[in-house]
C-alpha cells in the first residue's frame, strides 16, 4: 500500500516563493504529481514527473504554472518536490501529492490511485 505525505504549505506574499515535499512510503512509482483545489472549484492538474529508468526524469506542467513551478523528485529518497516561485493569490489552495504507475503523460485525476490528505497554500495580495 502507497502512502504519500505532503507538506512545505503556508503563507505567503504575492512573489514569494514555497517548496512543497511529498514523502512516499510503501513503494516507488514511476509518476508523481502535484494537484491542487481551490474553494468552490474542482481539483485540478498542476505538475508530474515521470520517472522512465536510467536516472531520466521527465516533467510536465499545466499552463499556468509552467516558468514559475518546478517538480521534481529524489528516488532514493522517494520524495516528490514541488518549487513554486512568483506566486500570485490565484495560486491559493490546498495542493495534493498524487502517485501512480504509468509512463504517459496523464493529466486526469481519475488516472492517479494515490493520494496524499493535502497542505494548504495561502498567497496573499
Known amino acids: 500500500q502507497v502512502q504519500l505525505v505532503e507538506s512545505g504549505g503556508g503563507l505567503v506574499q504575492a512573489g514569494g516563493s514555497l517548496r512543497l515535499t511529498c514523502a512516499v512510503s510503501?513503494?516507488?512509482?514511476?509518476?508523481y504529481g502535484w494537484f491542487r483545489q481551490a474553494p468552490g472549484k474542482e481539483r485540478e492538474f498542476v505538475a508530474a514527473?515521470?520517472?522512465?529508468?536510467?536516472?531520466?526524469?521527465?516533467?510536465y506542467y499545466a499552463d499556468s504554472v509552467r516558468g514559475r513551478f518546478t517538480i521534481s523528485r529524489d528516488n532514493a529518497k522517494n520524495t516528490a518536490y514541488l518549487q513554486m516561485n512568483n506566486l500570485e493569490p490565484e495560486d491559493t489552495a490546498i495542493y495534493y501529492c498524487a502517485a501512480r504507475n504509468g509512463l504517459d503523460h496523464s493529466r486526469r485525476l481519475a488516472d492517479f490511485g494515490s493520494w496524499g490528505p493535502g497542505t494548504q497554500v495561502t498567497v496573499s495580495s
Open positions: 514527473v515521470v520517472y522512465s529508468g536510467q536516472s531520466t526524469n521527465y516533467a
Open positions: 510503501g513503494r516507488t512509482l514511476n509518476n
